[in-house]
């Protein structure tokens, strides 16, 4: 079942305990730009693995869409961030960054985690 709460709330499955905690725009990464039309926002990741088993994570486990539409990943242009790690220890937290390249005007976000964990994000 989905889980879909608001920044500055967990959401919680049986496996995962997952939350933004915080959010930044950028016109630019080092020399990468947007798109026209277009930003880079960074989001915070906090994860909790609550099993007694590792997972490794890809990166189309993590979604950020604006309007339904799903956005361009641009995490790896950035490489002085700390990146969300891809393997989830057991009974560990981890956090960092994803970004995505996003419409300009774009202020409110949906970020998922795991095909069912969503934090709805205002900025």
């Known amino acids: ?7 500055g709330l967990e959401a ?3 496996k995962f305990v997952f939350s933004v905690t915080d959010v930044y725009y950028a016109e630019n990464i080092n020399t990468f730009y947007p798109n026209n039309g ?3 926002v960074y989001f915070k990741l906090k994860i909790t693995n609550k099993t007694n088993k590792g997972f ?4 189309n486990e993590y ?3 604006v309007d339904g539409v799903t956005q361009e990943e641009a995490t790896f242009f950035d490489h002085k961030i700390k990146r969300i790690d ?8 981890t956090e960092g960054y994803v970004i995505y390249e ?3 005007d774009a202020n409110t976000f949906q970020v998922t985690f795991n095909n069912n964990l969503t934090i709805n994000v205002t900025k």
């Open 1 to 7: 079942n989905p889980v879909i709460v608001d920044m």
């Open 38 to 40: 277009y930003k880079y």
């Open 102 to 104: 996003v419409p300009k």
């Open 56 to 59: 490794t994570t890809f990166d």
């Open 12 to 14: 919680v499955n049986d």
């Open 63 to 65: 979604r950020c869409t």
């Open 86 to 93: 891809k393997i989830l220890n057991p009974q560990t937290t």
